[in-house]
């Protein structure tokens, strides 16, 4: 029998068609507009609020767009305004957390590929339970380090300064920068590395022209795991550093919390920008290296 | 003639695994020697470790009779070939076939040298300036030998290198592999499982089940004479049909069945008495007339037939048991017909039902 519910003769051929406006559809893009809307709401009154004139914010229309545009408060967030006596804006912090910045990022990736690299091709007695402690460090509470760190730093002459907060940054960058690099390398086919040792290739000969060149997609993470995370600290910077080497971050946060005169919401927008500027400039340039570095490192091993 | 290789009382254990052991193993210059077993008995293992790659827990080897048990895998004079050819992939052919000169310090002219003359050897010149992930499959392991062959060594190591690639790549290269031999006459070692690459390539195969050497032996020796049940096994595809029974001078009586084996060639020193195992190749049994003339033959129903156009694998209700039997392609026949099928007493094997060993 002919099924006679089908009126039309199509047969079934090709792709199945689908519906623009399916239920599925409504709902999926629905959701995901909501949820884009939610996240990028508080920016947008960010942006807005920075290029506004104090009177136009007195007035009180938070989403407003601005009447009158203005640079202003962007001139005075970097340059002018005060944190105590100081009243050099931002520009102190930024130069600050770039020199603090480069070093830890250069010397935590440097030691912790290499240790990765050694820990998965070169094992030797004992290395499982090395790797084991450097992995509990990541578990153990910063707080229960803060005071210790503080003796240690003081003994050594670097308390204060921004050699001290890179070495701080540095170590604690250890334990997950090297359980990344030895995931990506110990997904690397064990039977290169052999080749390279029948080829008569050393330590660093293996690790420079065999497995370097290999490894650029973890990389790309540890880097923006490593700017990002060392951009953003806070803790650190307040604790080990004095007023003359405060990152931007703590920085940041003197300017927006200062108690004295007018609150100027503006400059306090456009100075949180500027700060968010870095890690955000990193995200947009680098997505798709990082996914594909995410996965390669963190799935496999 | 001199050893090119030659392991002594070599041992290698893992914690409580033991992985190899005692082995002793003495490879002539130039002789194509096939490790051939199932995964896990070790024939990787061991190529390792002359190889230099895993430190052995007790024992000797020799390679040109310099003792190598500590040296570094650059200092043994070895090539080795992978499976999963292990080429650097941000290096072009060129730079990986250099990669170990460069490392040598050899001078620049006589790098040029010997990469240009392995790249005619190997028919790969135009592929020199490619990266290894432009390549197909037999051509990256065309790459991966020639790497080892601009080592200008005395010994090349070859772990299963053949199976990666599809099934008619594998038998060109194994062609190949064999004339490469035949021209370089170098002492070359063979890893593998597939029993057909190590009839055909190899000048003595060493059959390996764990961690020891089962049978040392030129194929067909290996084919003809297996030293005992476990090599009868694994040599022969397909495998060699078994028969459980008693011994009595020259009688074997099976479930059933008895055969006169007074015609079988028995090692010298064995028993005659007992328990044992015979056994005899699908390819021995025959059919039809031919059975008649044949030391044993009877009647039997055939079961299924798998034809593969060459031959027909024929399976048989034989002794309360399936046998296999190899026939000419277009043979004829039709399941549950009846045949004869017989066999000849020099074509058998027995073996020892608690050793296992060839009577």
């Known amino acids: 029998m002919v099924d006679q519910t089908h009126t039309s003769a199509i047969e079934p051929s090709g792709p199945k068609p689908k519906k623009t406006f399916s239920r599925a559809n409504i709902f999926l893009y629905g959701t995901l507009i909501m949820v884009s809307v939610y996240y990028l709401l508080p920016l947008y009154v960010m942006i807005v609020t920075s290029l506004k004139g104090m009177p136009e914010i007195r007035m009180g229309n938070v989403f407003g767009p601005p009447m009158e545009i203005t640079v202003q408060p962007w001139v005075r967030a970097w340059s002018e305004a005060c944190t105590g006596i100081n009243c050099d804006g931002l520009s102190r912090g930024f130069a600050n957390s770039v020199q603090i910045l480069i070093p830890s990022v250069l010397l935590s990736i440097l030691i912790a590929s290499v240790n990765g690299y050694a820990l998965s091709n070169w094992k030797f007695k004992g290395s499982e339970i090395f790797f084991t402690i450097l992995i509990i460090g990541a578990f153990i509470p910063y707080q229960t380090m803060l005071y210790p760190i503080v003796i240690i730093l003081r003994e050594i002459g670097l308390m204060g300064s921004i050699g001290g907060l890179v070495l701080v940054h540095t170590v604690f960058g250890m334990p997950i920068l090297t359980l990344l690099f030895r995931n990506y390398f110990a997904s690397i086919p064990e039977e290169l590395f052999k080749a390279a040792r029948v080829d008569g290739a050393g330590f660093w000969q293996i690790y420079f022209q065999i497995m370097l060149p290999m490894a650029l997609p973890i990389f790309v993470v540890a880097i923006i795991l490593q700017v990002t995370g060392i951009w953003n600290d806070f803790l650190f910077g307040v604790i080990y550093t004095k007023p003359a080497t405060y990152p931007m971050t703590v920085q940041l946060n003197n300017i927006v919390n200062s108690v004295q005169g007018v609150k100027e919401y503006n400059v306090n927008m456009a100075a949180t920008l500027i700060t968010g500027l870095v890690p955000l400039v990193i995200y947009f340039a680098s997505g798709k290296l990082f996914v594909r570095g995410i996965a390669a490192g963190a799935v496999k091993g | ?359």
């Open chain 2, 1 to 359: 003639m001199t050893n090119s290789v030659e392991i002594k009382n070599l041992d290698l254990s893992f914690g409580a695994v033991h992985v190899l052991k005692q082995l002793n193993l003495e490879i002539a210059e130039g002789e194509f020697l096939v490790l051939l077993g199932s995964s896990g008995c070790g024939k990787s293992t061991l190529l390792n470790c002359i190889a230099g790659l895993l430190d052995v827990s007790a024992g000797q080897i020799f390679i040109k009779d310099k003792n190598v048990t500590w040296a570094e895998p650059s200092e043994r004079g070895i090539g080795m070939v992978f499976q999963s050819y292990a080429l650097y992939p941000q290096m072009s052919v060129r730079k990986n076939l250099s990669f170990g000169l460069k490392n040598a310090k050899v001078p620049k002219d006589e790098i040029n040298k010997r990469v240009s003359r392995v790249a005619e050897v190997l028919q790969i010149e135009a592929l020199l300036d490619r990266k290894p992930g432009a390549l197909s499959g037999g051509q990256r392991q065309r790459v991966a030998i020639g790497r080892a062959l601009v080592r200008d060594v005395d010994v090349f190591l070859f772990d299963e290198p053949l199976s990666n690639l599809d099934a008619k790549l594998r038998t060109d290269l194994r062609v190949e592999l064999k004339r490469l031999h035949k021209k370089l006459k170098n002492t070359m070692i063979y890893v593998t499982h597939d029993q057909v690459e190590a009839m055909t390539l190899a000048d003595r195969i060493s059959i390996m089940k764990n961690g020891m050497i089962e049978q040392l032996d030129t194929p067909d020796v290996i084919y003809s004479r297996p030293c005992n049940k476990y090599v009868a096994d694994f040599i022969g595809s397909p495998a060699m049909n078994m028969f459980k029974g008693q011994l009595s001078g020259d009688t074997f009586h099976g479930e059933g069945f008895t055969v006169d084996v007074s015609q079988y060639d028995f090692d010298t020193h064995s028993r005659r008495e007992g328990d044992a195992w015979l056994g005899i190749r699908p390819e021995h049994i025959v059919t039809g007339e031919a059975a008649n003339g044949a030391t044993f033959s009877c009647n039997a129903e055939i079961d299924i037939l798998e034809p593969m156009g060459s031959d027909t694998l024929v399976w048989i209700d034989f002794a309360g048991q399936p046998v296999r039997v190899r026939t000419e392609g277009q043979s004829g026949l039709t399941p549950g017909e009846s045949v004869t099928i017989g066999f000849d007493a020099a074509r058998l094997h027995l073996f020892d039902s608690q050793t296992e060993t060839r009577l």
